[in-house]
């Protein structure tokens, strides 16, 4: 197996872990920390995928979405957006 | 692909879709969505649509941030 | 029978009986469930390597959304 396939499969593993974790957690402010493991490992595996000078772009643009998703749902949750 | 990464999302995107239907608090829902979505976006890689993969990893937080302006406010 | 084929069959039937049938039965769980067949749809589309019709159901999913929740906040200031 090559290392990138190695590193691939290291990527894959974090990113079970991280979403079995999120699935047993009970507290759900608990929850956001992995999900943000979640999405960095996901980052990861579509970063080593393909061999291609766009996919380092679609990496980025999954992290930000990402982490944009979880600071909204973040800050919802705790109640600062003070809306009427 | 990989065959053992290609499994290792494919559960996680049934693990998704399981515990989006199953929990109550919209919260919880949203989180569940997002797995989902973090599980399906390296299969559009895969098949080689990088511009794809760029526009539907832009367009679904977005589509989140709709969904939680229709949320009652959480725990204070 | 490309697994994505598989998974996108999953989810769409998987969703819609979720939809059909919410835990508590609110609008929002409903909307919520409903972004699940979505992203079926979107697997079932990848399998057949039609690049410009995702393209354009990702755009006008988050817009029906967008739809969907400005209903609901006009329902909930009505009553």
């Known amino acids: ?84 | 692909m990989n065959e053992t990464v290609m499994i290792m999302l494919a559960a996680l995107v049934v693990l998704g879709c399981v515990l989006a239907i199953r929990e109550s608090d919209p919260y919880r829902k949203l989180i569940a969505l997002s797995l989902i979505v973090g599980g399906t976006i390296p299969f559009i890689v895969d098949r080689g649509l990088l511009d794809v993969a760029v526009a539907v990893a832009l367009i679904f937080p977005l589509s989140t941030i709709f969904i939680l302006m229709a949320c009652p406010g959480g725990e204070p | ?79």
């Open chain 3, 1 to 79: 029978m490309t697994p994505e084929f598989l998974l996108g069959l999953f989810l769409i039937l998987a969703g819609t009986v979720g939809t059909a049938f919410p835990r508590p039965k609110t609008y929002l769980n409903r909307l919520i469930n409903l972004e699940i067949p979505g992203i079926g749809i979107l697997l079932v589309m990848l399998s057949y390597n039609e690049a410009l019709a995702l393209l354009t159901y990702g755009g006008v999913s988050a817009l029906s959304v967008f739809i969907f929740v400005r209903v609901l906040q006009k329902r909930e200031a009505k009553t």
């Open chain 1, 1 to 84: 197996m090559t290392p990138a396939g190695v590193a691939l499969v290291l990527c894959g593993a974090v990113a079970l872990y991280a979403g079995v974790r999120v699935a047993l957690e009970p507290d759900t402010l608990r929850k956001l920390p992995f999900l943000n493991v979640f999405s960095f490992a996901i980052t990861g595996v579509i970063a080593l995928l393909l061999p291609h000078p766009l996919g380092i772009v679609a990496a980025a643009a999954y992290f930000v979405g990402s982490t944009l998703e979880s600071n909204a749902i973040a800050s919802t949750f705790a109640g600062g957006l003070e809306r009427g």
